[in-house]
Structure formats: structure tokens, C-alpha cells
């Protein structure tokens, strides 16, 4: 199965917001990561807009030509622009708004009415629901119960065991996996991935169909450039 990278702009943004003028220019850099070689572009809009703004939004639905993924918590406000853009995939995470990043998936027992009545409206405007849950198999279990297409495994921990035990931050992963992959959920995964843990990742878990990736592939962009950058994650996809 090919694995889509989906490369995360909201640093972009944030350096843009640290001057502002417009530079970088989240556009050109959104055009720029497809013509070498990204096949997704996500954004992270927060309700206080200081990485990606709503109108970043807007106008990223008129460029991307690629898979747009709008990751956030479903406030009325993200649901209004999310309707409005009518992306490929719509992302629902549980962070609070003052969260520096996201730090937990959704508790899919807890909040299952809530994630039912969300996912509900994106299903019938035609936009692919994904939600971000860590890789707890109870979790996972009561995913189908909100009628989302696909759920985005959280790596973060994964990412932190990594250099102690790969095997050992990997095993939740793989369990959490097949059972999804056994309740017909589809696979993303994202969250501090990164050119150490990436090929491990994609290889060890079966039908992977997407990993978002901001953070580390921005910093490494600082040093290798953007399109060798690129060119290095998605050579992190491949089997061989
Ligand atoms: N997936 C989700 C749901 C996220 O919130 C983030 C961070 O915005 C990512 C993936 C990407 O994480 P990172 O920036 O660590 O690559």
C-alpha cells in the first residue's frame, strides 16, 4: 500500500507571524512542497489563529492540488471553514485551545455522542472524517461507533521510546492497527515523526495510508533544503 506524506505548514505560518509581513509565503511554500513530491498539504488553524490563519485556509483551498487535510478541534467556528472549503479529509482532534501542540486522541468512549453528531456533518458534505486517537485498543474499538472513515494514530510516544526500544514503541502501534484495519477504519498516523523513526514506522504497521509531518521536516528543511528534505521522507515510505 502506498503510504501519502502530508506535509504539516502550520510552522510556516509561524515564522511568517513572527515578522508580519508575509514571509515565508505559506502559498509558495504549500505549491512548492507538492512540486517536490508531497501528496498531501495539512493545516492546524487554532482558534487564536497563530500559526495558520482561517484565511490561510481559504486560500489554500484554491492552490492545492493535492490531498488537503484541515486537522483541529471541531468548534463551530473550524466546522463553518472546514464546510466552507470542503477539503479532502477533515482531521478532529481533542486539544484545548491553548495547547502548544496536540497531546491526547480523542477518548472515543467518553465523547462518543459528541464525535458521532461532528463526524455526521462532515460525512454528509462528502469530506473523509479522521480522528486522532492514541493506540489503545478500547479506544479503537468504539471508533466505528462515530462513522469516521479513518483514525490518525497519536505517534508521539512511539516517537519518544523509539531510540530505547523500537520494537517495544512500536508493539501498541501494531496491535492498535489490526484492530482497526478488522473494524474497516483506515490508517494515518502523526505526531513527532521524524527521518529516524519514519521507515520503521511505515514498515512495521500494516496499511498505513498516510502520515502527517510538520515539525521535524521543517527543522530539517532549515538544513537539507525543502525539496531534499521531501525527497528523504518519502524515501522513508518505501519498502526497500
Ligand atoms: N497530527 C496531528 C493531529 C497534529 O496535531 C500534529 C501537530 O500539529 C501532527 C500530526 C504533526 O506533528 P508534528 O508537527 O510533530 O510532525
Known sequence: MNCKLSVNIN???????ARGHNLPNVITVAKDCEKFGAQGITVHPRPDE??????DVLELAQIVTTEFNIEGYPSQ???????????????LVPDPPDAITSNAGWDTVKHASFLKDTVEIFNTAGIRTSIFVDADTRMIEHAPECKCKRIELYTENYANMFAI????????????????????????????????NLHYFYTTIP?????SI??????????????????????????S
Not at 510552522?11 to 507571524?17: D, F, G, Q, S, Y
Not at 496499511?207 to 502520515?211: F, G, I, K, S
Open 11 to 17: 510552522k510556516i505560518a509561524t515564522l511568517r507571524n
Open 50 to 55: 497563530r500559526h495558520i490563519r482561517y484565511n
Open 77 to 91: 467556528s473550524f466546522i463553518d471553514l472546514v464546510l466552507s472549503v470542503k477539503p479532502a479529509q477533515v482531521t
Open 165 to 196: 526500544n523500537p520494537a517495544h514503541a512500536i508493539a501498541p502501534y501494531v496491535t492498535a492497527a489490526k484492530k482497526a484495519t478488522e473494524l474497516g477504519l483506515e490508517i494515518n498516523a502523526g505526531h513527532d515523526l521524524n527521518l529516524t
Open 207 to 211: 496499511n498505513l495510508a498516510e502520515v
Open 214 to 239: 510538520g515539525h521535524a521536516l521543517i527543522c530539517d528543511a532549515l538544513y537539507y533544503g525543502l525539496q531534499n528534505t521531501i525527497q528523504l521522507y518519502l524515501k522513508c515510505l518505501k519498502t
